[in-house]
T-cell receptor, first 114, second 113 residues
Framework: KAGVTQTPRYLIKTRGQQVTLSCSPISGHRSVSWYQQTPGQGLQFLFEYFSETQRNKGNFPGRFSGRQFSNSRSEMNVSTLELGDSALYLC?????????????FGQGTRLTVV | AQSVTQLDSQVPVFEEAPVELRCNYSSSVSVYLFWYVQYPNQGLQLLLKYLSGSTLVKGINGFEAEFNKSQTSFHLRKPSVHISDTAEYFCAFYSGGYQKVTFGIGTKLQVIP
């Protein structure tokens, strides 16, 4: 079966712009989580959506937002981009939350802000 | 506070030598533990997980990890590494109380031929 698909793979934006990243989870998975990965900070949790509801949120400013659609596809939006937003953004999907959860990761979207 | 500490940011090791990547966690509630591997320009892939039962967990690619509750550790080991094991390894835990996965900062394993 198809894995987690993130689009686009690479993106270059200028400061002040906004960007939308997309994540299509594995079929049947209802939970989608987003992470920001940078060399200095490692993997930082952004938020998690389950059945179109944001269930958990990390410690990021309000410029970072997301949503999930009825087909479980998720989008992440970053407004007023800053240079420090340059990172690899990873999406992970899972069938359900709880002890038997295994998160499957996409290949990520590498965002460069110039 | 919920946290994961990976004690080594980089670990160089010669090919066919054993390796141990260290991971300690801090949590006030029961957790489930994971190790993920990330190859260059790729997402993360699950290596192994501990949910309950035997504290020694075997995963893919010959890796294993041992859960030690008293030391709150979940160290990853491989008896003989290969060049293809060069990657970044992340320790993580899931806390049911918070319903989210917390990742460590990662350990870069460099296998030297």
């Amino acid at each position: 079966k198809a894995g987690v698909t993130q689009t686009p793979r690479y993106l270059i934006k200028t400061r002040g712009q906004q960007v939308t990243l997309s994540c299509s989870p594995i079929s049947g998975h209802r939970s989608v989580s987003w992470y920001q990965q940078t060399p200095g900070q490692g993997l930082q949790f952004l938020f998690e959506y389950f059945s179109e509801t944001q269930r958990n949120k990390g410690n990021f400013p309000g410029r970072f937002s997301g949503r999930q659609f009825s087909n479980s596809r998720s989008e992440m939006n970053v407004s007023t981009l800053e240079l420090g937003d340059s990172a690899l953004y990873l999406c992970a999907s899972s069938f359900a939350t709880g002890r038997n959860t295994e998160a499957f990761f996409g290949q990520g979207t590498r965002l460069t802000v110039v | 506070a919920q946290s994961v500490t990976q004690l080594d940011s980089q670990v160089p090791v010669f090919e066919e030598a054993p390796v141990e990547l260290r991971c300690n966690y801090s949590s006030s509630v029961s957790v489930y533990l994971f190790w993920y591997v990330q190859y260059p320009n790729q997402g993360l892939q699950l290596l192994l997980k501990y949910l309950s039962g035997s504290t020694l967990v075997k995963g893919i690619n010959g890796f294993e990890a041992e859960f030690n509750k008293s030391q709150t550790s979940f160290h990853l080991r491989k008896p003989s590494v290969h060049i293809s094991d060069t990657a970044e390894y992340f320790c993580a835990f899931y806390s049911g109380g918070y319903q989210k996965v917390t990742f460590g900062i990662g350990t870069k394993l460099q296998v030297i031929p």
